[in-house]
Structure formats: C-alpha cells, structure tokens
C-alpha cells in the first residue's frame, strides 16, 4: 500500500499565480481531508468529503480556495489568486468508511508564496 | 465548542518518561487519538482511545483518559531520541472529523 500522495512536495511561486495541490487517497478509503498547518495556527480542517461529495467546507478561508473530488482517487486543492499568507503545509489525509481509527496522512506538500 | 489544548513544549532526558497532557472540550467525543509528527512528514497516528476506557496501553506507549475532567495524557516511558517530535491530541467530533491540538513538542536530550 502506497499510503496518501500528494504532489507535488514543495512549491514555489509568485503571488498571484494559481496553485493546485494533488492527492491521492489510499484504494477503498471513501473519506478525504484536506488539512493547512502553519505555525500560528496549527492544523485547520479546510474541507473534507465523503463518497466524493463535499461534507463540509467551512474551514476554506476565502473563496480563492477550491477543492474538487472527481473520482474516489483524486482529489485537487486550487488557490486562485494565490497571496504570501497561503504559505503554510498541506495536507491530505484518508479513512475507509466507517473507521473511526484515526486518519492516514500523506507526506505534505509544503507551498511558499513570494 | 470543540477545541483542543495542549502545551507546546516538553524536555525530557533521554530514559527519562515523557508525559504529554491534552484537554477538550467536547463531552460527546467517542474517540481521542495521539499522533506523531517528525520533520518533514505528515501526521502518524500513534495510538488511539475510545471513551469508555481510561487506560490504554501500548509497549512504551499508555494513554490515560479522566472523562470527567475532559484531559487525556500520552506517557512515552523510556524515552529516546528518536521520540523527538511533535505530537497531537485529537477528538472525534460528532460529525466524524478530527479537532487537532497545537501540537506539543517533545525534546529528548541524551
């Protein structure tokens, strides 16, 4: 089991530019989170789905945030415009249905805005 | 509301043990994890307990858990260096989503 991916690792980009983060959840998880970590904050709940279906999106900061699960395999995390302030880790985590273990995380996609 | 407490800094000496306290907030919280979380990575889930227990324990690992009081304790015994990292408090909430804490970290000094 190749766990969580994410992709990419690192990214760099200006100000303004669109951002999209990547995910691929575990085979057979039908829940996906995404999730921000910064230092001032710590890690806020963005937006989780289930089967797919967005659940709730009420930690997306602003509506320069997006997030879209087209298949049970993948899922993107876009910010248009993307500002200094969106610099932080990202990441995805999954569970199968019904699981109440705990989440699988991914290894972070770490995005620096400049 | 949910929320998660945590104190963000812990030294201990190597063989020492190590005790990671946490409060929350949600009575109705079923499950409470730990994780871990080491440079550069993602979030590993170290141990997890359910709320009607009050002790867990896991090789170096026991979790304790006062209901009443809403606190739960990590206790690392023997720790090591390699135990330095970050570690998370988390609740269930009763939608199915995980409140994290700050994160406490742990120092290990040999």
């Known amino acids: 089991d190749a766990g969580v991916i994410q992709s990419p690792r690192h990214e760099v980009t200006e100000m303004g530019q669109e951002v999209t983060l990547r995910c691929k959840p575990i085979?057979?998880?039908?829940?996906l989170f995404w999730y921000r970590q910064t230092m001032m904050r710590g890690l806020e709940l963005l937006i989780y789905?289930?089967?797919?279906?967005?659940?709730?999106d009420s930690g997306m900061p602003e509506d320069r945030f997006s997030a879209k699960m087209p298949n049970a395999s993948f899922s993107t995390l876009k910010i248009q415009p993307s500002e200094p302030r969106d610099s932080a880790v990202y990441f995805c985590?999954?569970?199968?249905?019904?699981?109440?273990?705990?989440?699988?995380f991914g290894s972070g996609t770490r995005l620096t805005v400049v | 509301g949910e929320d998660v407490e945590q104190s963000l800094f812990l030294s201990v000496r190597e063989g020492d043990s190590s005790v990671i306290n946490c409060t929350y907030t949600?009575?109705?919280?079923?499950?409470l994890y730990w994780y871990k979380q080491e440079p550069g990575a993602g979030l590993q889930l170290l141990t997890y307990?359910?709320?009607?227990?009050d002790m867990k324990q896991d090789q170096r690992l026991t979790v304790l858990l006062n209901k009443k009081d809403k606190h739960l304790s990590l206790r690392i015994a023997d720790t090591q260096t390699g135990d330095s990292a970050i570690y998370f408090c988390a609740e269930r909430s009763n939608t199915g989503k995980l409140i994290f804490g700050q994160g406490t970290t742990l120092q290990v000094k040999p």
């Open positions: 307990i359910f709320s009607n227990m």
């Open positions: 985590a999954s569970r199968p249905r019904g699981w109440d273990y705990g989440y699988t």
């Open positions: 789905f289930n089967n797919n279906v967005p659940i709730d």
């Open positions: 949600d009575s109705s919280s079923t499950y």
């Open positions: 085979s057979g998880h039908n829940s």
